[in-house]
DNA sequence: TCTAACGTTGACGTTAACGTCATTATGATG
DNA sequence: CATCATAATGACGTTAACGTCAACGTTAGA
């Protein structure tokens, strides 16, 4: 059991930020001490971990990481696959739903990793321009600094 | 030369951002004509569709993206490589900070591409068991529709 | 040349994602 | 049990990245 202030140090998130997440639906709402002091679970830790990741590297705004995150906590069993429903015409329904909604999701992570990978080839590219940039003036100051020893030996 | 309208089809973006691009420093301050109009060439076009790029797929602030076209600039060669220092040992110490902040951004890129990786498995899997759950429910219903067809039979 | 469509420049509005008080309650510690 | 660091809530402030509207100038076509 973590107070605010601990899970704000693992997670490098401000304790505002993490009562705002709260608030507005990002992360499920912890359990309360008597007196009302929020209380987290590494679970909780864990998932805000995964909010950032979404944040910081895809460029989700919050709502669409809500999304991502209703997945990815089916995925990780927290919550049931599906809810209950009884008629396997609807349970098909939804799942398709589902699966489409994953498609285009990978779809997207796709297109993301070849766009990144393009940029990366250009910077390195670049880094390579300028490392032989680097080489040509350090030989050339060998060379000054030769000549000078050269013009002392004679 | 393209007209601000024309340029906001060709990228998807509106005029405004366009003008806002222009007004934080995003983009070249496009030529005018004797009225004053904005006059874009292919060059524009492209430019905005690297910073589009680099918001979207990256999630880079606006700030961030400036940095960023930096190096793309002196990399396509608009802009050179370094400026016109005479002193060698300033460019080297020039060229070192660059290979410095390349470097970083390549690591930074990396990053983003195995997070993204791991992200795209997680929806992997979870799409797998979606569409297992959906041939499951299909199946079911097949048998019973035989069930029935077998009924009529009898 | 006249006009409708388009462009420009302010200037204020908006939304997301928090930051920053202030006030009041809580909880571990000597 | 007193106290002092923390926590909670509410409310207002802030910044980035545009949207929107008004007022006015420009341009291309009949």
């Keep these: 059991m ?8 693992e997670t490098g998130l401000t304790k505002r930020t993490i009562r ?3 608030e507005i639906g ?3 709402a912890p359990e309360r001490s008597e007196g ?6 590494q679970a909780h ?3 805000l971990q995964r909010v950032i990741s979404a944040r910081d590297v895809l460029g989700f705004s919050l709502q669409e990481i809500q999304e991502y995150m209703g997945y990815a906590q089916a995925l990780t069993g927290q919550r ?4 209950q429903i009884r008629e396997p015409e609807r349970q098909l ?10 498609e285009a999701q990978l779809r997207a992570l796709e297109e993301k990793v070849s766009k990144i990978l393009a940029m990366k080839q250009e910077l390195e ?10 080489a040509r003036i350090e030989k050339q100051e060998q060379q000054s600094e030769a000549k000078i020893t050269e013009g002392k030996n004679s």
Excluded: C, N, S
């Design 26 to 28: 990002l992360m499920p």
């Design 36 to 41: 009302g002091t929020r209380q987290y679970t």
């Design 20 to 22: 705002y997440y709260e």
């Design 80 to 83: 049931e696959l599906y809810p």
């Design 93 to 102: 329904e939804k799942l398709r739903e589902m699966d489409g909604t994953l």
């Design 2 to 9: 973590f107070k605010i202030d601990e899970v704000a140090r």
């Design 45 to 47: 830790i864990e998932h």
């Design 125 to 134: 590219q670049f880094r390579d321009r300028v490392t032989a940039g680097i």
